[in-house]
């Protein structure tokens, strides 16, 4: 997967349904643990409510509950949300303040998704792409005409360090990484390669 959209910033919403209050809460995480975490955060931040229903994508996988609502009146709802919105690396909880009032599994599955969808709007959602960084050892005079091939191609420098020669570090997204490498191969004539440092995540800069 080289890219992929996910939570920015948390999402928070409040909806009322007959009385009833449901607490929407949309977060990123890196890993099942962490969406665990948060949502045993939640049963403790809401000791008193009846349910806590959630659903969340970390890479391929996906899980959800209905909490003890009628199946499949919270948990998919909620998992739909994420789905409709292309997420992943995302958990969502609702939490249900009962207020009396029975609102069957119809008025169950709107308020859940409708809690679920407020959240993720009021989210800021952004794409990331894979990212690949390079370090290239050269010569003092090969420095500049590198710098333009690199940043003309869609590079960006990262760290230069100056000694007997110099060492240079600069990234690019992975899908045009190979070739801005060959264009640093074709500049030195075929005398310097790219060495693949790290890969990481980050978010998209070039739409």
């Known amino acids: ?20 209050v449901f607490i929407g809460d ?40 209905d909490d003890g609502e009628p199946q499949g009146t919270g948990g998919p709802p909620v998992l739909d949300v994420i789905k409709k919105n292309g997420l992943t690396g995302v ?3 609702v939490v249900r303040i009962f207020g009396g009032i ?18 993720v709007a009021n989210a800021h959602c ?29 590079g960006e420098m990262t760290s230069s360090e100056f000694g007997s020669g110099v060492v240079l570090c600069f990234a690019s997204p992975s899908r045009i990484s190979e070739r801005i ?13 790219p060495g693949l440092k790290r890969t990481y995540f980050d978010e998209e800069k070039q739409k």
């Open 181 to 193: 490498c060959k264009k640093v191969v074709a500049a030195t004539n075929g005398k310097r390669t």
């Open 91 to 93: 958990v969502i909880t």
């Open 126 to 154: 952004a794409f990331f792409e894979e990212y690949a960084e390079y370090e290239l050892e050269i010569e003092y005079g090969e420095y500049q005409k590198l710098l333009y091939e690199i940043t003309a191609s869609g």
């Open 1 to 20: 997967m080289e890219r992929y959209r996910t939570i920015k910033k948390a999402g928070h919403a409040e909806l009322t349904e007959k009385k009833s």
């Open 26 to 65: 949309a977060a990123h995480v890196e890993s099942e643990e962490e969406a665990r975490a948060f949502i045993e955060e939640k049963r403790r931040a809401y000791r008193d409510a009846r349910h806590i229903v959630f659903a969340y994508v970390v890479g391929n996988t996906m899980r959800y509950s």
């Open 102 to 119: 029975l609102l069957g599994a119809g008025g169950l599955t709107r308020a859940y998704s409708g809690s679920a969808a407020e959240a």
